[in-house]
Each structure stands twice: as C-alpha cells, then as structure tokens.
C-alpha cells in the first residue's frame, strides 16, 4: 500500500478511517518475499539482509503507522523466516522489530514520526501469553487449527498498555487435522492447458498424446531413475487419462459437498466452485508433473523435490541447480495431509 499511494495518502486514509473512534484495530504485515524460506538474497538461514531489496526494512513504516495512529489493538503477520533472519549488521530482525512494537514512539524512526509514550504488551496467539523471549509463542502453524493447509505464519498482537489487563487474548484451539481430500474431492477433475508459447493448439487428445510421449523418453526407460514400482504407476495413470477432462472455468456448477468444512467452501445458493480452471504447461512441465505426482502417490509422504528429479527432467535454469527459488515450483499436494 506504501509503494502504491505513498506515506502521506496512506496516512490521510487512516485518519478518515478511524474518524472520531476511540478504539480500533490494525491488521497489516510488510512484505514477507524479503524473509521467504525461497528467497536466495535473504533466507531464513541467516544469511544476513539484502541492501538491495528495501521490502526487508519496510517493517518499520508499520512500526511508524502504530506510532502515529495508536490503534488499541494491532497485528502483525509475517512468514517463518522472520524470526530467523538478520538485518545488515548481522543481528536478528525479529528482536528488532520486537523492540520496536513494545515502544514505537519512542522508536527510531524517519522524519515524520510522532516521539510519544505510547507501549504495547505483545501477545502469541499460541500460547495466549504475553510475549516472554520466545519467538515460536508468535508462530501459528494452520494445520494445528483446523485449516486444510501446513501453513506456518508469525502473528505479532499488540494491545495498548494503557487498556489495562482486563479481557486478555486467549490462545488459539488446537484443532483435529483436515486433510486436502476432506475439502477438494467434491471439485470436478481437471486437466491442465497446453501452453501456447510452444505453438501448440490446446486440446484433449492433444493434450493427452504429449503426455503419453513421457514413455519414449529416456527418463522414463531408466531403472535407476524409474523402478518397477514407480513404472507401474506410471504406466497406469498413462493408460487412465480421459479425453473429455475439463479445464473448468470461472464458475464450474457442482451438487456435490465437501466432507469438512463445509460451512466454509459451500453454499446452497451457488452449487457449485468458482475460480475452478487450469493453467497452461509446457509438454517438458507436464511430465516433470507426471514425475513427481507418481513418485508421490508410490511414496504416501510428500511431494518429492527437485532433488528427486532425474537428470533428464531437471529444468534448466540455474536456480534449480542451486535449488533455491525452485523449492516451489514443482510440486503436488498430498490427499492424506493439510
């Protein structure tokens, strides 16, 4: 929003937003690309903060935001790699930018901050507690609320030190699992799209014969990089595919239910999924798709990673090589787990 209108609209826009309310809450985080596990200038491993890349310092605008506005109640939310990053001086980010919420106004800030008294009390939405030293008390992991996905975020909360102790934040319920299956095997199966940036004229049975190719190639006649077990199933998934496979669309109609959470993905009045469509893929993507998809339904355990990869499927580019960026970018979800 900062790069967008800049720091003054962003700041009228506040203003005319809270009006004459006493109390109010902020909902925000900086950009967290800066402290991704995926990202090679600043990683979660401690490699110490790009100066180039100016979305790792953002953070403090937020900071200054609380400073200036003194919301009742604020919360920030950032990925994992926050709280084992550095900042250039090689110290850990995250005690910095602890420090910095406990007492934003008296903070360091840019030209434009309001010095004040202002503090916060800092609460882990895990523990319930206010915050004793232990960052893990601000890492909320989804599965472990009954969200359908392994997501792990840090959530700092804020309540102004002047409200007193009474109705504190109460940790967050530990949840049974929901696994992927639970909530998605009602959606209607699709096929992907075969991209144009080959030439290639998308289509069932042409999408279907190139991935059928997969056989002739010199990956799939390897015993070393293909088993007997792994070449079943891939020989059975081959002779499976259907050539009426839809590509869905922006609303695909359905009248079937999801098994979990169904107050959450289902409506009566709608009857079936939006935003339900594919996207396209290269023939040389589609069979790193086929790859790890049957590796990972032999296995049962996780989407297998570009390591995995034989020679002949491993994308060229350099940051595949370094297996960095690419952590991400082929992958599958397991039915049995969030």
């Known amino acids: 929003m900062l790069a967008g209108i800049g720091e003054k609209k962003v700041a009228d826009a506040i203003e005319e937003a809270i009006g004459d309310e006493r109390h109010w809450v902020l909902f925000g985080g900086p950009p967290c690309q800066s402290f991704s596990n995926a990202n090679q200038n600043f990683s979660a491993q401690g490699q110490g903060e790009s100066k180039e890349d100016v979305r790792a310092k953002l953070w403090k605008n937020f900071v200054e935001i609380i400073a200036n506005h003194r919301p009742s109640v604020f919360l920030m939310e950032s990925v ?33 901050l309001k010095k004040n008294k202002t503090s916060y009390r800092l609460f882990g939405l895990v523990s319930g507690k206010q915050f004793t030293g232990d960052g893990n008390d601000f890492l909320v992991k989804a599965e472990e609320c009954g969200v359908p996905q392994a997501r792990h975020r840090v959530f700092i909360l804020g309540v102004r030190e002047d409200l007193g102790m009474e109705n504190l934040p109460k940790a967050l319920e530990v949840k ?44 799939f006649k390897h015993p ?13 998934t081959l002779s499976s595919i259907d050539l009426h496979t839809d590509r869905g669309g922006d609303y695909v109609r359905s009248n079937k239910e999801p098994k979990a959470l169904k107050h959450w993905f289902f409506s009566k009045g709608f009857r079936g999924a939006f935003n339900h ?8 993507d589609l069979h790193r798709y086929l790859f790890i998809a049957c590796k990972a339904k032999l296995t049962g355990e996780k989407s297998p990673a570009i390591s995995d990869f034989p020679d002949e499927l491993m994308p060229d580019h350099k940051s595949a090589k370094e297996g960095t960026s690419f952590l991400d970018r082929f992958r599958v979800q397991m039915p049995n787990r969030p």
């Open 80 to 112: 994992r790699g926050l709280l084992k990053a550095k900042n250039d001086d090689k110290k850990p980010v995250f005690d910095e930018i602890i420090s910095n919420m406990k007492e934003p106004g008296a903070s360091p800030g840019r030209k434009g």
């Open 176 to 219: 049974k699992e929901v696994n992927l299956s639970e909530v998605i095997d009602d959606l209607l199966k699709l096929r992907s799209r075969l991209s144009q940036k080959q030439g290639h004229v998308d289509g069932a049975e042409e999408w279907a014969n190139f991935i059928k190719t997969a056989k002739d190639s010199s990956w």
């Open 224 to 236: 070393r990089t293909v088993d007997s077990e792994l070449k079943q199933i891939l020989e059975e």
């Open 277 to 284: 469509e594919t996207r396209g893929h290269t023939v040389s």
